[in-house]
């Protein structure tokens, strides 16, 4: 049996997530709650969120959570205050609401584009400025923001999700130096092709599982956990002179 890490410096520390309900940002919030972290998570699924909410009852923390549409910006910074009065100053920050929705080029209007930027890139950047200045109180943090092997495989189906995504990795080399300068370390968590629920149900058949078999160099299928486990190690002391860096957790398939 597997032993996993346990991480000392993040018993306590305030994290925020988005898009913490379902899928990897689920598994984000169990496994920062069961490390002893001050966990808040923002999403627009009620009844995914008391569901999780309900099986980390017995965290030493049981995790808070906040109803938000992170693609209106006006909510999202009043989230951020209410997490703050929840949890404290916030001292980590996941950026990890997404949605790989499939469409084609010949389809997009400019509202379409508008509604993608904002689901997949503008929250990570605006959420990101809501906690500087915790970070700066605390004497430093760290930001996880959630990138995508996609792009670098030049899958199709979904032109502007793998225009986002790899806009993330230019905002977080964008932004290093200067965060950097104040002890806060941000970073891209880079996952591959990562089997959650949603990804079985509308998009793994025989011809994907056969592509996974072949490419991967592990083998298996990603699972939420996989990038979890990453992201505690971003977050936690251990990784304190890592920062404006692509961690790709992909099986080897890059």
Known sequence: MSAFAIYPSLAGRSVLITGGASGIGAAFVEQFARQGARVAFLDVDDVAAAALCKALADAPHPPRYLHCDVTDVDALQTAVTLARQHIGLIGVLVNNAANDARHALADVDAGAFERNVAV??????????AVIADMQQLGGGSIICLGSTGWMKKNGGYPLYAMAKAAIQGFVNGMARELGKQRIRINCLVP??????????LWLDDDGRREIERVQCMPGLLQADDLARAALFLAADDSRMCTGQDFIVDGGWV
């Open 192 to 201: 591959g092709w990562v089997i959650t629920e949603k990804q079985a149900r």
């Open 120 to 129: 997949n890139l503008r929250h990570q950047i605006f959420a990101t400025q």
